[in-house]
């Protein structure tokens, strides 16, 4: 009686959770600032405590390379990824490499910020608009106006060889029937500089070296804030955008966890995290960071992540062949 008394108490023992340790893990992969991921990390183990959660930071491109790598010799492991773009998370959809969730909150989205069947959510929006030098005497309002032949040799824009916001800017606007390929035509012949990324073309243009650029709308707002002679334009036509979607691995061994990361930063107190850090939040019933017009305000292009992964790699060899870039 007494040894299966024992047996009976060390069994329940096993059962128990050790003191310490986490009931849940959460492997993550974001290529969100270090600050940032740090950020949503804390927040998200302060809202549910017994996940421990692991995570790694790197810029989308090097953490692909190092998940493809990983799925090589058949060990993936992040259970959720919060990367830059829907285009990256399109491609692995295709192949068959993340699970759907049909979240909760996904009510609270338009439906082109989410995919339908639940397999990626957008987390913000980070739009691309124009940037003018506030010395110029005419203000640009449409994305028209910088391939008006007076604006010739004024304007700098990344380069979409370089810059994957800028790449689905391309694909966006060459598939915008008003502008298409004619309107690249017309700016390379009004010789406007393309190269390298977002912080170039801002400093290019707050330093009074080219009075027009195309840049992503939260440099140019914080650097106005911070005394910089630059305004930002939100173009009649719309913006276009990317908005650091979040999924599921297939193959994620945590998966309730990954289910709860997910509807955390889909919720209220998620984007409160976004608006915190000076973004837009994805979620339509947030408020936006100072600096930014009414939301109604802001019109979105319409983007097919689908057409922009097909046709990724025909757009920068064209785009190279027309500004003649390497």
């Known amino acids: 009686m007494?040894?299966?008394?024992?047996?009976?108490?060390?069994?329940?023992?096993?059962?128990?959770?050790?003191?310490?340790?986490?009931?849940e893990k959460l492997v993550l992969y974001t290529s969100q600032p270090n600050q940032d991921a740090q950020t949503t990390v804390d927040a998200f183990k302060a809202a549910y405590p017994d996940v421990e959660v692991e995570w790694v930071r790197d810029g989308t491109t090097k953490l692909m390379a190092k998940l493809r790598a990983e799925i090589a010799a058949g060990d993936p492991r992040p259970d959720v990824l919060l990367i830059a773009d829907t285009v990256t998370l399109e491609g692995m959809k295709g192949e068959g490499l993340?699970?759907?969730?049909?979240?909760?909150?996904?009510?609270?989205?338009?439906?082109?910020l989410y995919d339908a069947d639940g397999y990626y959510y957008s987390t913000k929006l980070i739009t691309t608009g124009i940037v003018y030098n506030t010395g110029v005497e005419k203000a640009p309002k449409s994305w028209a106006d910088l391939a008006d032949p007076a604006m010739k040799n004024q304007v700098v824009m990344p380069s979409p060889l370089y810059s994957g916001a800028a790449l689905i800017h391309l694909s966006t606007l060459t598939e915008?029937?008003?502008?298409?390929?004619?309107?690249?035509?017309?700016?390379?012949?009004?010789?406007?500089?393309?190269?390298?990324?977002?912080?170039?073309?801002?400093?290019?243009?707050?330093?009074?070296?080219?009075?027009?650029?195309?840049?992503?709308?939260?440099?140019?707002?914080?650097?106005?804030a911070e005394g910089s002679p630059v305004n930002f334009v939100f173009p009649t036509e719309g913006v276009t955008y990317v908005t650091e979607p979040v999924a599921i691995m297939k193959d994620a061994k945590n998966v309730d966890a990954a289910h709860k990361f997910v509807d955390f930063v889909l919720s209220s107190k998620g984007?409160?995290?976004?608006?915190?850090?000076?973004?837009?939040?994805?979620?339509?019933?947030?408020?936006?960071?100072?600096?930014?017009?009414?939301r109604s305000a802001i019109k979105l292009m319409d983007f097919n992540p689908a057409v922009a992964l097909e046709q990724a790699e025909a757009n920068k060899k064209k785009f190279a062949d027309i500004f003649g870039a390497e």
């Open 2 to 23: 007494r040894n299966v008394l024992l047996a009976a108490v060390a069994s329940a023992a096993m059962m128990l959770p050790v003191v310490g340790q986490a009931a």
């Open 98 to 112: 993340l699970q759907a969730y049909k979240s909760p909150e996904a009510s609270a989205y338009e439906a082109a």
């Open 271 to 294: 984007q409160e995290l976004v608006l915190d850090m000076g973004y837009v939040p994805a979620r339509g019933d947030m408020a936006l960071p100072e600096g930014f017009p009414a």
């Open 176 to 224: 915008n029937k008003e502008l298409g390929w004619d309107y690249y035509q017309a700016l390379a012949a009004n010789e406007a500089r393309a190269q390298g990324g977002n912080g170039g073309v801002f400093k290019a243009v707050a330093s009074g070296e080219k009075p027009y650029g195309v840049v992503v709308d939260f440099l140019a707002i914080r650097g106005k």
